[in-house]
C-alpha cells in the first residue's frame, strides 16, 4: 500500500487453472487487475521454438497484455542470441531480460523453497541482484508498470470494531511455523492487540498472553528439536487445557497433535489432540476450500461458510475420537482431514488444515480477539 510497484507471482503456467476454461489461473487474475504480464521462459535446451510458443500465448487469449518476456537458464551467449533473434524476427514482445544457468541455487524441498528462516546466504543473494542489474532492463519494467491504472478496491475492515488495546496475543514464528498472511496479524495489531512473538525451539515457556495463533510452516523439518523442548509443549498444552483461545492452521494443527512420523520417525508433540500425523511424499491437500460451519464455535457463526486454502503433505494416520472433539468444518471443496471434514474444536482450540484469510472471513479477527479478552478477564499467562 505504501509502494509505488507491486510484483504478482504467478501460478504454474499463465493460463492453467481449475478447468478446460482456465478458471483461478494467473491469466484471469491479469485479467481481473487489468495488469500487463511479462513471461519467464524457461530456455532449457530450446531456442527457435520460443518464438512459436510466445506467438501461441498472444493468440490463446486476446485479453490479456503480454508485454515483454525474459529469458531464464541461458546457456552460453550462441544460446541467447538465437533465442532472441528469433522472437524479434516472429513477434512484436520485447525481450526485457535474461538469465543465465545459475548453480548453487536454494534448494526446494516438498512445500517450495527453503524459507528465509534458514536461507540467509547473503551472498547469493548479492550475486542474484548483480545478475539482474547486468541482464534484465528494469527501467523498462518500471516504465511498463507506470502504464498501469490504479485498481481502486476498498479493504474490508473487520465486523463489530472493539478496542482491544490490552490483549496480547501469542503468535509462533521461527524456522518451523511462519505461515502467516500479513493482513491477519496486520487486523489484529489495528483492533488494539499486541503480538508476543514465541520462538518454539528457545522458548520453554509462555508469555504473558491471552491467546494463541500457531500458524502453518514445516514442523516436520525440525521435529526432534521441537519434540525436545517439553517445557513449551506442556504449557501450550497446559493452556489449552484451562481454556486459553487458540487458532493452529495446519503445521500449528500438527505440533497439537500425538506425534508427527517423518521419514519413519516418530517425534511426540503436545498430545492436546489424540491424532498422530504422518508426512507422506505427495501432497495430501492442495487447493481452495470451501467450508460450511457445522458446529457452534467462539469464531465462526453456525450455518456460515467460509473460503480459505490448503497445502499439505501430511494426513491424520490415526485419530481416537471422544465426545469432546467435534470437526466444525463440512467441506464444500477441498480435503481437510478425509475429504469430507476439518476444522477441529476441542475446549477454545479451533484447528485445521485450511489457512483463512481476513479479507474473506472478516469474522475471524474480532471474534478471536473476543475470545481471547474474556480468558484474559478469568486469567493472565
Same mark, same amino acid.
Given at each position: 500500500?505504501?509502494?509505488?510497484?507491486?510484483?504478482?507471482?504467478?501460478?504454474?503456467?499463465? /493460463?492453467?487453472?481449475?478447468? @478446460?476454461?482456465?478458471?483461478?489461473?494467473?491469466?484471469?487474475?491479469?485479467?481481473?487487475?487489468?495488469?500487463?504480464?511479462?513471461?519467464?521462459?524457461?530456455?532449457?535446451?530450446?531456442?527457435?521454438?520460443?518464438?512459436? #510458443?510466445?506467438?501461441?500465448?498472444?493468440?490463446?487469449?486476446?485479453?490479456?497484455?503480454?508485454?515483454?518476456?525474459?529469458?531464464?537458464?541461458?546457456?552460453?551467449?550462441?544460446?541467447?542470441? @538465437? @533465442?532472441?533473434?528469433?522472437?524479434?524476427?516472429?513477434?512484436?514482445?520485447?525481450?526485457?531480460?535474461?538469465?543465465?544457468?545459475?548453480?548453487?541455487?536454494?534448494?526446494?524441498?516438498?512445500?517450495?523453497?527453503?524459507?528465509?528462516?534458514?536461507?540467509?546466504?547473503?551472498?547469493?543473494?548479492?550475486?542474484?541482484?548483480?545478475?539482474?542489474?547486468?541482464?534484465?532492463?528494469?527501467?523498462?519494467? #518500471?516504465?511498463?508498470?507506470?502504464?498501469?491504472?490504479?485498481?481502486? @478496491?476498498?479493504?474490508?475492515?473487520?465486523?463489530?470494531i472493539i478496542e482491544f488495546k490490552d490483549v496480547k496475543i501469542g503468535v509462533?514464528?521461527?524456522?518451523?511455523?511462519?505461515?502467516?498472511?500479513?493482513?491477519?496479524?496486520?487486523? #489484529?495489531?489495528?483492533?488494539?492487540?499486541?503480538?508476543?512473538?514465541?520462538?518454539?525451539?528457545?522458548?520453554?515457556?509462555?508469555?504473558?498472553?491471552?491467546? #494463541?495463533?500457531?500458524?502453518?510452516? /514445516?514442523?516436520?523439518?525440525?521435529?526432534?528439536?521441537?519434540?525436545e523442548n517439553k517445557e513449551l509443549l506442556k504449557a501450550v498444552k497446559d493452556?489449552?487445557?484451562?481454556?486459553?483461545?487458540?487458532?493452529?492452521?495446519?503445521?500449528?494443527?500438527?505440533?497439537?497433535?500425538?506425534?508427527?512420523?517423518?521419514?519413519?520417525?516418530?517425534?511426540?508433540?503436545?498430545?492436546?489432540?489424540?491424532?498422530?500425523?504422518?508426512?507422506?511424499? /505427495?501432497?495430501?491437500?492442495?487447493?481452495?476450500?470451501?467450508?460450511?460451519?457445522?458446529?457452534?464455535?467462539?469464531?465462526?457463526?453456525?450455518?456460515?461458510?467460509?473460503?480459505?486454502?490448503?497445502?499439505?503433505?501430511?494426513?491424520?494416520?490415526?485419530?481416537?475420537?471422544?465426545?469432546?472433539?467435534?470437526?466444525?468444518?463440512?467441506?464444500?471443496?477441498?480435503?481437510?482431514?478425509?475429504?469430507?471434514?476439518?476444522?477441529?474444536?476441542?475446549?477454545?482450540?479451533?484447528?485445521?488444515?485450511?489457512?483463512?484469510?481476513?479479507?474473506?472471513?472478516?469474522?475471524?479477527?474480532?471474534?478471536?480477539?473476543?475470545?481471547?479478552?474474556?480468558?484474559?478477564?478469568?486469567?493472565?499467562?
Open positions: 500500500k505504501d509502494s509505488d510497484l507491486a510484483i504478482i507471482e504467478g501460478n504454474r503456467g499463465l /493460463f492453467d487453472g481449475l478447468d @478446460i476454461f482456465g478458471s483461478c489461473s494467473t491469466s484471469r487474475l491479469a485479467q481481473l487487475l487489468k495488469v500487463p504480464i511479462i513471461l519467464i521462459l524457461d530456455c532449457t535446451k530450446v531456442t527457435r521454438s520460443l518464438a512459436a #510458443l510466445i506467438k501461441g500465448f498472444l493468440e490463446f487469449e486476446k485479453d490479456i497484455e503480454i508485454k515483454g518476456v525474459i529469458l531464464n537458464k541461458i546457456a552460453r551467449p550462441r544460446h541467447e542470441n @538465437i @533465442i532472441r533473434g528469433s522472437i524479434e524476427y516472429y513477434t512484436d514482445v520485447k525481450v526485457l531480460g535474461v538469465i543465465p544457468k545459475l548453480r548453487n541455487l536454494p534448494q526446494e524441498r516438498h512445500l517450495g523453497l527453503i524459507t528465509s528462516f534458514e536461507y540467509n546466504e547473503n551472498s547469493f543473494l548479492d550475486q542474484l541482484q548483480k545478475i539482474i542489474k547486468e541482464n534484465v532492463e528494469v527501467e523498462k519494467i #518500471l516504465e511498463i508498470s507506470k502504464k498501469v491504472f490504479p485498481v481502486e @478496491i476498498e479493504v474490508p475492515q473487520p465486523e463489530n509462533f514464528k521461527d524456522e518451523a511455523f511462519q505461515f502467516y498472511y500479513p493482513e491477519n496479524l496486520e487486523t #489484529l495489531t489495528n483492533l488494539g492487540a499486541k503480538l508476543i512473538f514465541i520462538n518454539a525451539f528457545k522458548d520453554r515457556n509462555l508469555p504473558e498472553v491471552s491467546a #494463541l495463533y500457531l500458524g502453518g510452516g /514445516f514442523p516436520e523439518v525440525k521435529a526432534e528439536e521441537l519434540s493452556a489449552i487445557m484451562e481454556g486459553m483461545p487458540v487458532y493452529a492452521e495446519c503445521g500449528g494443527l500438527m505440533y497439537l497433535g500425538e506425534e508427527i512420523i517423518w521419514k519413519e520417525k516418530r517425534y511426540p508433540m503436545s498430545k492436546v489432540l489424540p491424532i498422530k500425523f504422518m508426512v507422506e511424499k /505427495f501432497p495430501q491437500g492442495h487447493g481452495y476450500v470451501i467450508a460450511k460451519i457445522k458446529e457452534k464455535n467462539p469464531y465462526f457463526e453456525l450455518g456460515t461458510s467460509i473460503k480459505g486454502h490448503e497445502f499439505h503433505y501430511s494426513k491424520p494416520l490415526e485419530i481416537k475420537f471422544n465426545e469432546d472433539i467435534k470437526f466444525v468444518f463440512e467441506l464444500e471443496k477441498g480435503t481437510g482431514f478425509d475429504g469430507k471434514l476439518d476444522g477441529i474444536l476441542y475446549k477454545n482450540l479451533l484447528a485445521t488444515y485450511t489457512h483463512i484469510h481476513i479479507f474473506s472471513v472478516k469474522c475471524w479477527a474480532t471474534n478471536f480477539l473476543k475470545k481471547a479478552k474474556e480468558f484474559k478477564e478469568q486469567k493472565l499467562y
